[in-house]
């Protein structure tokens, strides 16, 4: 387990960077690294100092849920809190036409009834080392950006597999600080994980899509799994302790999670880019998917019960992305990026020797932004997304191939340290349904066809001599990787088995991965490799002026933020710190009981038995992005508070410049959680697990 370590506070955060000269009192922000965290911010303002041992707990009973979110641990005996969005994935795939989990809830009473999820994999943080020296010293002096990227990849690869293979952890290497600092991260994994608890659906996502990124909220977003070893339960004596009491108002509060990814550390060249180009995209992509899947959904209960989650997610999506690209095109990001790097580099020219070792770093990363917007749009349409069949025949097409190079010269995710958790979702037998896959494909390959032309080689090659993406898309109903087995088959015959494959998706992939392979190349050799090299050497520059006093962006790994429990202010209204079952059922009222403000039968049976005054969500300004939903809120004293699972829509900007005068975190509180399981799900059971630890 690293120790945390103080430093000197000379500049806590970047948003000082963009403060007016003289400001000094600093802001709740940032997503602070475990062996890095704010020691001096806490101090200064909030008056608390966390001790190595208060680090360490929390980190270890803190947990990464793979395939995207964040948890804890709540009891001894492998009890894992998350939100229902983050488990909904493993929840659908437990259900059926017949038994619906996510329409109609679950509990399991006893543990024989708890259900094993087909590839939920779980990580915990178990230590950190920091290799920056040996990664940048397998660079060659005088090498090319695209050589120096493959000599730092092969480096990294090497220090994944001795270290995976010394420990027996999920071993990743983790750019920090665009390319300043790489740190070991080494992780536990639990890959056998049952589900315990989760309510119905209209209970987690009450006010659905139209109270998404707002406040007040009224939703029970929890769900409860447990880790399993060896058919056991898995002993986890680094657990959260509940607080019923949950916190009180202006209350200090830390969140503990994954952040996926922030821009804040971008230059003004890369965020125009994704002002102009990137978002745009990525919009218009989602809202043919979604289009395509309402279409769909419309068919039957079946259809709509299958196509869920991806609606979910997609609209989740959409109004997040808006949200992003608006602050960029409309807000004051870009404003506020331009004034903090011409102060930057003002600072930097100052000074002969940095401005020797700066060069033109900005300038060449505006110049290969400039080659992204010649290659992106073909990558991007390269990929086929929502797509499981598709996703699963590019990884058997490219696995085998990768598999017959030396380790360090693979694709990462083919790497020894990451075939483990590949093989999981590879071999899972979740369902797959075929006419939703059909759906996915044809919308993929009709937006491929839209952005590129009908003359474009990637879209000859992925229609062939079929006519309308439909038809092309029904290609695919033969498909034989619905079956697990015969994926492992296929991965198990090499590069000769998956060749003389007929199987249509296997087909499909190979005619368009040859170009697609060559898309990626290109990205990494024209684009990544110089914002790498560059973003390095832009880093020493910040660690010359600011010491680690600068957190890094986001990389979907164990960060620690902070903020205060408090309303806000909008539109002339002042907003409560918190909501309480009594404004559950009111706005269920007010509507008329319609969807989405219609009561889940959960809490219409428990009308009278609910005590209403009890706190359900609250808001505090704790620094967030997404991946950080599941995140446990703890107190100062280290004991769980709430569940984030939100956050309101004035908090999207957050992703390239903080701003916490009206943005705020949304969680579940725990009081809330505690009396829904008792008084609604009659889990009285898993409440005193949960309330003595074991």
């Not at 990525?282 to 309402?294: N, Q």
């Not at 199987?503 to 290109?522: F, K």
């Not at 660690?543 to 979907?556: C, E, M, N, Q």
Request: proline share 4%; glycine share 8%; with cysteine.
């Amino acid at each position: 387990m690293s120790r945390p370590t103080s430093f000197a506070l000379s500049l806590p955060t970047l948003a000082l960077l963009l403060a007016p000269l003289g400001a000094s009192v600093p802001v709740d922000e940032g997503m602070w690294l475990f062996d890095d965290p704010p020691l001096g911010i806490l101090s200064e303002k909030h008056r608390f100092q966390p001790t190595a041992e208060w680090l360490e707990h929390l980190q270890l009973a803190s947990v990464r849920v793979n395939d995207g979110g964040s948890g804890s641990f709540i009891s001894s005996e492998g009890l894992v809190l998350t939100n229902h969005h983050v488990g909904f994935e493993a929840i659908s795939e437990l259900s059926t036409a017949e038994r619906n989990l996510v329409r109609d809830g679950f509990y399991a009473g006893t543990r024989a009834e708890e259900l094993a999820c087909p590839d939920l994999e779980l990580n915990v943080l178990q230590s950190i080392e920091d290799v920056t020296a040996r990664v940048l010293a397998a660079v060659e002096e005088g090498a090319t950006e695209a050589d120096a990227r493959t000599q730092r990849e092969a480096e990294i690869a090497k220090i994944e597999q001795a270290e995976s293979e010394a420990t027996g952890l999920r071993c990743d290497v983790i750019e920090l600080y665009r390319g300043g600092r790489y740190s070991l991260y080494r992780f536990k994994k639990y890959t056998e994980v049952r589900l315990v608890f989760a309510p119905e659906e209209q209970a987690a996502f009450f006010g659905g899509d139209p109270d998404n990124f707002t406040f007040p909220r009224f939703c029970l977003d929890m769900c409860i799994f447990r880790a399993y070893e060896d058919g056991a339960p898995a002993k986890t004596p680094n657990f959260l302790r509940w607080n019923a009491e949950g916190p009180k108002k202006d209350e200090l509060v830390f969140v503990s999670g994954n952040p996926g990814s922030t821009g804040r550390l971008n230059t003004l060249a890369q965020l125009e880019y994704m002002r102009d180009e990137a978002y745009p995209l990525y919009l218009r992509s989602m809202k043919l998917r979604r289009a395509a899947l309402l279409e769909y959904a419309a068919l039957g209960e079946e259809q709509a019960r299958r196509a869920r989650g991806d609606l979910l997610s997609i609209e989740n999506g959409i109004k997040a992305l808006t949200g992003y690209h608006e602050s960029l095109a409309t807000g004051r990001s870009i404003e506020l990026k331009r004034t903090a790097e011409q102060e930057m580099r003002s600072s930097i020219q100052k000074n002969a020797q940095l401005a020797a070792e700066a060069g033109d770093a900005w300038e060449a990363i505006e110049r290969a932004q400039g080659e992204k917007r010649k290659l992106s749009k073909r990558e991007y349409c390269s990929r086929i997304r929502g797509s499981r069949l598709f996703s699963i025949a590019r990884h058997i097409v490219r696995m085998v191939e990768e598999k017959q190079k030396p380790n360090e010269e693979r694709l990462p995710e083919y790497r020894e340290s990451a075939l483990a958790s590949l093989e999981l979702s590879l071999f899972s037998d979740a369902p797959i349904y075929v006419d939703l896959e059909e759906v996915a494909i044809a919308t993929g390959l009709e937006l491929m066809r839209t952005e590129l032309g009908a003359a474009d080689p990637l879209v000859r090659a992925a229609f062939g001599n079929v006519a309308t993406a439909e038809a092309s898309a029904k290609r695919i109903a033969g498909s034989r990787l619905v079956d697990p087995a015969f994926r492992r088959q296929l991965v198990e015959g090499g590069s000769d088995a998956v060749a003389a494959s007929t199987d249509p998706v296997i087909q499909l992939v190979r005619a368009i991965d040859p170009e697609s392979r060559s898309l990626r190349r290109e990205m990494e050799d024209k684009v990544k490799s110089i914002e790498a090299r560059c973003g390095e050497r832009i880093a020493r520059m910040r660690f010359a002026l600011h010491g680690s006093t600068v957190y890094p962006d986001a990389t979907f790994t164990p960060r620690l933020s902070f903020g205060t429990v408090q309303g806000f202010e909008t539109g002339g209204y002042n907003m409560p710190w918190k909501t309480t079952f009594h404004g559950l059922y009111e706005r269920a009222s007010a509507f008329d009981g319609e969807m989405p403000y219609e009561l889940s039968p959960a809490f219409a049976r428990a009308a009278q038995k609910i005590r209403r005054d009890v706190p359900y969500n609250f808001v505090c300004t704790a620094d967030i992005i997404g991946g950080n939903s599941g995140s446990p809120v703890v107190n100062a004293r280290g004991e769980l508070v709430g569940l984030v699972f939100d956050g309101n829509i004035q908090m999207l900007g957050n992703r390239f410049v903080y701003d916490d005068s009206v943005s705020r975190t949304v969680a579940v509180h725990a009081g809330g959680m505690l009396e829904a399981m008792h008084a609604a799900y009659g889990a009285d059971a898993l409440a005193k697990e949960i309330l003595s630890g074991r």
